[in-house]
């Protein structure tokens, strides 16, 4: 995919959406956000993944790449069906999202929803099943999960953790349970459509964040066991995924995901991989590939290891991978291109013509007060995708905040020289990002509201109980400024 348009974007998760019960999900407020998306001209809105959260409330280390969480199920909508009663609020006010508690609040409400449907319509879900065969291993799956106190699957009694292999018949509370988890993902996958394709007619496009990882304790892994390097005995990976040291940490990121079997993906047409992101092309727009450089060299860590310091680059078979992917279907992706890479992987990325990302936290020092004239260019090119920050990053405010005096008195001078309009940091970082040559600006919500680092997402390389859980109480301040944003989009002639 080749960018030839000047549009504007947003980066919000949906999980931050304002919501009457603790946490965005894909009811009314949903829609209402993109309602103010057409209201300021935006014509993307970029989503972090919305598959059921694991270890650390992180979407990266999910229980299944398809399947999405049971969290977002609107029970207001539920109650609009008439499968429950209206629902009173939870946590409509707290300004960070408190898992836990929101889900056994909610879980109460959907089973009784469940209950009513089966009986309505004791065959509902059949025609999703067939739709979507990947729901029936996800259902007995979390059914095992849920049964064994959510311990990872590899810990199961062998019953359970051998039926992937000859899947008998479940009966009992199992088969309920099991009915259950695919109900809720009918539920989530009628719901989201809906909103995707609200979003679509307003001329909105959904960009999807796919993580090339999955995570070891998850559906994926379970019946997939061959395609990762897995010890045949203890079922656990040899090795780990990562990054080495790096900005963001002295001794790297040790993520813990299963690393792929690429000798035995590419004997078998890389048909996992594949599948992932064509099944996820049916539910976003666009496919933004997260760490894309993986897709040409992968940090490989000994499991044993408690860090990231001791791994190696191993090369992977891109061109083998997109080659055959694209023999399938071509796919609008933006490759997530950050970090200290080699060469290879921005030619690789050229090859296919896939746009690359600007971050101006990253880049601003160099383009515009190193002067390094070469990179600027780069970070101008049409063919790219300009943020101020990611999910990863601090918002622009907090980070400028953080920089040394020095650093500060730099900025300064730079957006002083560059003339650019705003009254306040976040407004100037702005209008520098509308104003560069990329052809598509995406910006955080939180950059759009000026918000500090209380409204940072992530922090990578950290488990805590502020990682991802930041969320928007009201969308106040953002109609107060919707109309203005939208005049910065017209006036940088982004649609």
Not at 99 to 111: G, N, P, S, T, V
Not at 128 to 146: R, S
Not at 290 to 310: E, G, L, N, Q, V
Not at 445 to 472: C, E, F, M, Y
């Amino acid at each position: 995919m080749k960018l030839n348009e000047r549009k504007a974007g947003v980066l919000m998760p949906v999980s931050a959406l304002p919501s009457k019960h603790g946490i965005g999900d894909f009811g009314h407020d949903a829609y209402h956000f993109v309602d103010l998306l057409k209201k300021g001209g935006y014509t993307l809105w970029q989503i972090l993944p919305l598959n059921p959260l694991g270890y650390g409330h992180s979407p990266y280390q999910p229980f299944s790449s398809y399947a999405f969480d049971e969290l977002y199920i609107s029970l207001d909508l539920l109650a609009k069906k008439r499968l429950i009663e209206a629902v009173p609020p939870f946590h409509e006010h707290t300004e960070k999202v408190l898992y836990e508690e929101i889900k056994a609040y909610k879980r109460h409400f959907l089973w009784k929803a469940f209950e009513k449907e089966i009986a309505k319509n004791p065959r509902c879900l059949l025609s999703f099943m067939k739709k979507e065969p990947w729901v029936k291993d996800y259902g007995v799956f979390m059914a095992f999960k849920e049964s064994e106190g959510l311990r990872s699957w590899d810990t199961w009694p062998e019953a359970k953790r051998e039926w992937v292999n000859n899947k008998k018949p479940l009966r009992g509370a199992f088969l309920k349970q099991a009915r259950f988890q695919i109900w809720l993902q009918k539920t989530l996958y009628e719901q989201w459509g809906a909103l995707h394709e609200y979003a679509n007619k307003k001329g909105i496009k959904i960009i999807g964040d796919i993580p090339f990882y999955v995570g070891f304790d998850s559906c994926d892994v379970w019946t997939h066991q061959n395609c990762f390097l897995l010890n045949q005995e203890t079922h656990e990976p040899e090795w780990i995924a990562g990054v080495p040291p790096d900005y963001f940490s002295k001794t790297g990121q040790r993520w813990g995901n299963p690393i792929y079997d690429w000798d035995y993906l590419e004997k078998h047409d890389f048909d996992f991989l594949e599948e992932r992101i064509l099944r996820n092309a049916k539910i976003y727009d666009i496919i933004r590939l997260d760490h894309f450089r993986a897709f040409d060299t992968y940090w490989k860590i000994p499991s044993s290891c408690p860090t990231a310091i001791d791994g190696k680059w191993i090369e992977a078979p891109g061109y083998a991978f997109f080659d055959s992917l694209f023999k399938k279907k071509e796919l609008p992706i933006i490759a997530e291109d950050l970090g200290d890479l080699r060469p290879e992987v921005l030619v690789l990325r050229d090859h296919y013509d896939f746009p690359g990302m600007n971050v101006v936290e990253f880049t601003f020092h160099d383009a515009e007060i190193s002067g390094d004239e070469k990179k600027h260019a780069l970070w101008n090119s049409l063919n790219s995708v300009c943020y101020l920050g990611t999910h990863d990053n601090d918002t622009i405010l907090g980070y400028y905040n953080d920089l040394p005096k020095e650093e500060k008195e730099l900025w300064d001078k730079a957006i002083a020289k560059l003339a650019l309009k705003g009254d306040t940091l976040p407004e100037k970082m702005i209008h520098y990002c509308l104003s560069k040559d990329c052809a598509y600006a995406v910006i955080a919500l939180q950059d759009l509201l000026g918000l500090d680092s209380k409204a940072r997402i992530n922090v990578p390389g950290i488990i805590d109980d502020v990682n991802w859980t930041w969320r928007l109480v009201s969308f106040k301040p953002l109609e107060e400024k919707i109309v203005r944003l939208g005049e910065l989009n017209k006036e940088y002639h982004r649609k």
